[in-house]
């Protein structure tokens, strides 16, 4: 776990990468919606660990346990929030924050709590239209809000996985989550280096919602990979060389590797190959 008052992890690594992606995709939910979903995500959260055993192994993040798990959401929570109040035009050089943590295990449930509180104190003060730094697309305050909320909600499930529950996970929101990470994820690279061989010579992967209208249909190039736009544009079904379809809930946690594309609940066709090159190196 790291020292005291430091977070570590990618959440607050690399620079921006060179792909022209519009600020605003239209899966995105409002600023607004993105901050109460991170109260609603946090309070789900607290919900699960209050009363679970601290030491409980999380299978879904191999070596972590709830304590972890619970740690390592609050502290990105209120780092977010200490880049959101500065309004930072330029890569951090230091991840240093008080993070106050509690003085025994039993504590961190509501010092959960209180992280969201200084998140949504953050949220209170911040214009989410404010430009400022960010590793990923969209280059304003809303790009930290809406990252907190997926990083919250994605470690809710996994505290739920970790205590034998099956994540629930609203389908619009879901929706959204599958867009910020296919959005993001040509940026990562800093903290994901095998996002790199992600390259091809055109050949197109559609994600899918069979409960909702999303739809990605996501291009590999020689320089790079990304949402095709322009293709979504048309309002057109463009043929694809491999498709995976599921419902919201499940793209999600498919994205984030806590459900295999194995599952009966996902149905895949096309390129076995370019399905084995996307999953074997979209790791986030």
């Known amino acids: 776990m790291p020292a005291a008052n430091q977070v570590t992890g990618p959440e607050t690594s690399g620079e921006h990468g060179t792909m022209e992606i519009p600020d ?3 899966w995105a939910s409002t600023p607004a919606a993105h901050r109460n979903a991170v109260a609603a995500e946090t309070a789900r959260f607290v919900s699960v660990v209050k009363g679970a055993q601290p030491a409980t192994p999380v299978p879904s993040c191999p ?24 309004l930072v035009q330029e890569p951090p050089r230091s991840r240093d ?24 104190s953050a949220f209170a003060v911040t214009d989410p239209d ?12 809303r790009f930290w809000v809406r990252r907190m909320l997926f990083e919250t909600l994605v470690h809710r499930a ?17 929706a959204d989550g599958v867009d910020e990470f296919l ?16 390259r091809g010579d055109g050949e197109t992967i559609r994600f899918r919602c069979t409960d909702s209208d999303g739809d990605w249909l996501v291009r590999l190039r020689p320089d790079g ?6 293709a979504a544009a048309t309002g057109t079904a463009t043929p694809a060389d491999a498709t995976v379809q599921g419902a919201a809930a499940d793209l999600l946690l498919l994205m984030y590797g806590r459900l295999d594309r194995g599952s009966e609940v996902f149905e895949s066709s096309g390129n076995e190959d370019l399905l084995t090159l996307w999953f074997s190196n979209s790791e986030f």
């Open 225 to 230: 990979f990304g949402i095709d736009h322009d």
């Open 97 to 120: 924050v008080d993070l106050r943590l509690p003085a025994d295990e039993d504590g961190y449930p509501d010092w959960l709590t209180s992280s969201a509180a200084e998140a949504a």
């Open 183 to 198: 959005v993001n994820l040509p940026f990562a690279s800093p903290f994901a280096p095998k996002v790199a061989n992600l």
């Open 130 to 141: 404010a430009p400022m730094w960010v590793w990923g697309a969209d280059r304003h305050a």
């Open 24 to 26: 605003h995709s239209r």
């Open 63 to 86: 070596g972590w346990t709830l304590v972890d798990l619970i740690r390592h959401t609050g502290s990105v929570q209120r780092w977010f929030s200490v880049l959101l109040r500065q």
């Open 158 to 174: 996994d505290a739920e996985l970790a205590v034998g529950l099956r994540p629930e996970i609203d389908r619009d929101l879901a």
